[in-house]
């Protein structure tokens, strides 16, 4: 088989056969100046190249409908609803998310000792995550920022829901929100 027909066979272009013949990726002669490539050799290539192809993960949308209710402690009952709130400052978009805690449900309910978990959702309760297209200090309040202070949050971590979780979910909530 000569060099066109296998970047025919292979989807890729003459010079990456040409590429793989001289590396030995594919067994193949020069005869009077060309590449012969071996047909099995061929086809064993495009097996690793299509075992080798990348697999996305898939998108996971965060549910900014979801609420979470305390169940325990002085707060019992009380519902817990995130609240985005978009706007611009100096030319600058700001968005705002409060009512943390049901984007964090499952790290929370998997808090085993009822007074961490009861910590957690009153440092929670008090927190917000913050993100901008500006950089720096945009936002006064972040005790812990990311991407040059484009995204920060003003909570504080416990040692169950340490911050980097949050801005963890700071990051993929930008991100949702961007692509909409």
């Not at 013949?21 to 690793?48: E, F, N, P």
């Not at 720096?136 to 202070?149: A, L, Q, V």
């Amino acid at each position: 088989m000569n060099t066109t027909a296998a970047a025919v066979e292979a989807h890729v272009t003459v010079a990456t056969i040409r590429t793989w013949c001289r590396q030995g990726v594919i067994s193949a002669t020069k005869q009077a100046g060309r590449w012969i490539i071996d047909t099995a050799s061929l086809a064993h290539r495009i097996t690793i190249g299509a075992m080798r192809t990348i697999t996305r993960r898939p998108v996971v949308t965060i549910d900014l409908s979801a609420t979470y209710t305390i169940s325990d402690g002085p707060s019992a009952g009380t519902v817990v609803t995130p609240k985005v709130r978009t706007r611009e400052r100096n030319g600058h978009t700001v968005t705002i998310i409060r009512g943390l805690a049901p984007l964090l449900a499952d790290r929370i309910d998997a808090i085993a000792d009822l007074g961490n978990r009861l910590h957690a959702l009153e440092v929670l309760a008090s927190a917000c995550i913050v993100f901008s297209d500006e950089e720096g200090e945009f936002y006064t309040g972040g005790i812990s920022s990311r991407d040059n202070g484009r995204l920060r949050t003003t909570y504080a971590g416990t040692p169950d829901l340490p911050v980097d979780v949050v801005l963890d979910l700071g990051e993929q909530l930008r991100t949702q929100l961007r692509n909409g």
